[in-house]
T-cell receptor
């Protein structure tokens, strides 16, 4: 979905490095989400935000932090990357509860 | 849906046939359900959704059926095409989880020409 843009699309880095993944949206949605996807598993929620002043932990938030700088931007940080954080990361947006979430095309992150 | 680890179930169908992808959901209180399609190298793409006060909803070439008695959701794709080849995910949401989506592990659909 071109309305939800994730950067970078691919990143290879070393253990212990700090990494930031960025997400921006032009859909005007209030709600934004970060998910992680591992091979053979469904998407798991890391953090979510319902507006600029709202940050909430998802099911796997340990080792991650987020910042909602504006309605259109939601960034995910790995303060000190470790190899088991190697995964596909997706950002999504929605208008509210019980509404479809719209996903970006993901960031493939590899930590050596 | 529940995680099945590294080996996703796979459905192989002949081009032109109908496909049925099944999903067992976990919470009887879930009130909204959604199907996504994910192609290689892309993010999940919304296909169709259904609320718990319905048992069937139709879209273009797709139908979602909800059976709350047995906590089962299915996606039917009519006249399956090669472009339908992808991984399909179901997701549910319920109030106790703050209306956040809970995703199943996915099913691989392979369309044979």
């Amino acid at each position: 979905d071109a309305d939800v843009t994730q950067t970078p699309r691919n990143r290879i880095t070393k253990t212990g490095k700090r990494i930031m993944l960025e997400c921006s949206q032009t859909k005007g949605h209030d709600r934004m989400y970060w998910y992680r996807q591992d091979p053979g598993l469904g998407l798991r929620l890391i953090y979510y935000s319902f507006d600029v002043k709202d940050i909430n932990k998802g099911e796997i938030s340990d080792g991650y932090s987020v910042s909602r700088q504006a309605q259109a931007k939601f960034s995910l940080s790995l303060e000190s990357a470790i190899p088991n954080q190697t995964a596909l990361y997706f950002c999504a947006t929605s208008t509210g509860p019980n509404q479809p979430q719209h996903f970006g095309d993901g960031t493939r992150l590899s930590i050596l | 849906g529940e995680s099945v680890g590294l080996h996703l179930p796979t459905l192989s169908v002949q081009e032109g046939d109908n496909s049925i992808i099944n999903c067992a959901y976990s919470n009887s209180a879930s009130d909204y359900f959604i199907w996504y399609k994910q192609e290689s190298g892309k993010g999940p793409q919304f296909i169709i959704d259904i609320r718990s006060n319905m048992d069937k909803r139709q879209g273009q070439r797709v139908t979602v059926l909800l059976n709350k008695t047995v906590k089962h959701l299915s996606l039917q794709i009519a006249a399956t095409q090669p472009g339908d080849s992808a991984v399909y995910f179901c997701a549910e949401t319920y109030m106790e989880y703050g209306n956040k989506l809970v995703f199943g592990a996915g099913t691989i659909l392979r369309v044979k020409s």
